[in-house]
C-alpha cells in the first residue's frame, strides 16, 4: 500500500503486530545520511535513553528494536510499557538540506513482503537538515503508523533536543605524547554523544599495583551485547562462558 504525507492507520489492519517488523529508510542524494528511531514515553519525550537506537547504539535493552543501516527491526509486543511511541528520523551529517535530495523511501515490511510505503522527493522539503519520517504510536490499545515528513533545520541536535534528551558536546583537548586510555561512563538517562564512534578503535584498559615481594593476578569479564561472556586473565588467556 503506497502512502503519502500525513496518512495515518491502524497497523494492525495491514500487518501482524504480535510478530516482528522491518523499517527501512532509505535516501538516495549527494550527503551523508543517519537513520535513528527515537521510543518516546506518553509525554513524548526520550525518559530512557536506552532507547534511542542509532549508529552509536544500534541495540535497545532487551533487543526490542535493532539496527542495521537501513533497517529497524522491532518487536512491538515486546517493548515495555513506558515506550509510547517510536519515531523513526533521517537527518544529514556535514553540509546539505533535504531539498537537495534525489529522493526519501520509507517502508514498513513483515515476512519479507513490503507492506506500507512512502516515497518523497526533494521539492517536498525545504531547508530542512532533518526530518521526521515516520511514527509508530499506541492509541486506545492499539498501535497505529503515521507519515510525518517534516522536520528541522538544525539537524539531528535539534530532534534530539526537542525530545527532551542532551547532547554530549566533544571536548577540545590539546594532543598528548602518550597514549590515553578511553573514558566510558555507565550513567544512564544523561546525556548522548553523537559523536560517530570508530568501532576499529581499541579501548584500553589499564591497571596496576605496587608492593614489594607480592605478586598479583589480574583478571576481567567482558560482556558482549548478544550477552556472551569472555573471561580474561593472566598470559593473554581467554575463555568463552
Not at 76 to 88: C, G, S
Not at 197 to 207: G, S
Request: hydrophobic share 35%; net charge neutral.
Amino acid at each position: 500500500m503506497k502512502l503519502q504525507r500525513g496518512t495515518r492507520g491502524k497497523l494492525g489492519e495491514h500487518l501482524d503486530v504480535s510478530k516482528p517488523i522491518n523499517i527501512s529508510l532509505e535516501i538516495k542524494g549527494a550527503a551523508v545520511y543517519d537513520y535513528t528511531c527515537f521510543g518516546l514515553d506518553a509525554d513524548g519525550k526520550l525518559s530512557d535513553d536506552r532507547y534511542m537506537i542509532f549508529y552509536n547504539q544500534k541495540n535497545s535493552p532487551r533487543n526490542e528494536i535493532t539496527f542495521v543501516e537501513p533497517y529497524f527491526e522491532i518487536k512491538l509486543a515486546e517493548l515495555p510499557p513506558t515506550i509510547d511511541k517510536l519515531v523513526f528520523t533521517a537527518s544529514i551529517d556535514g553540509k546539505g538540506t533535504m531539498r537537495e535530495i534525489l529522493f526519501h523511501k520509507m517502508t514498513v515490511a513483515q515476512f519479507g513482503e513490503n507492506i506500507l510505503t512512502c516515497e518523497l522527493v526533494g521539492k517536498d522539503f525545504s531547508a530542512e537538515k532533518a526530518i521526521i519520517s515516520l511514527e509508530l504510536y499506541r492509541k486506545k490499545g492499539e498501535w497505529r503508523f503515521g507519515v510525518v515528513a517534516r522536520g528541522y533545520n538544525g539537524g539531528l541536535s535539534d530532534l534530539l533536543r526537542d525530545f527532551g534528551g542532551e547532547e554530549i558536546k566533544p571536548e577540545t583537548v590539546e594532543e598528548v605524547p602518550q597514549q590515553k586510555s578511553e573514558k566510558i561512563s555507565l550513567k544512564k538517562g544523561q546525556k548522548i554523544s553523537l559523536t560517530k564512534k570508530n568501532d576499529d578503535k581499541p579501548i584500553i584498559i589499564e591497571n596496576g599495583w605496587t608492593a614489594s615481594g607480592k605478586d598479583y593476578d589480574l583478571k576481567a569479564l567482558v560482556r558482549y551485547r548478544d550477552g556472551t561472556l569472555i573471561y580474561v586473565r593472566s598470559e593473554e588467556h581467554t575463555s568463552e562462558l
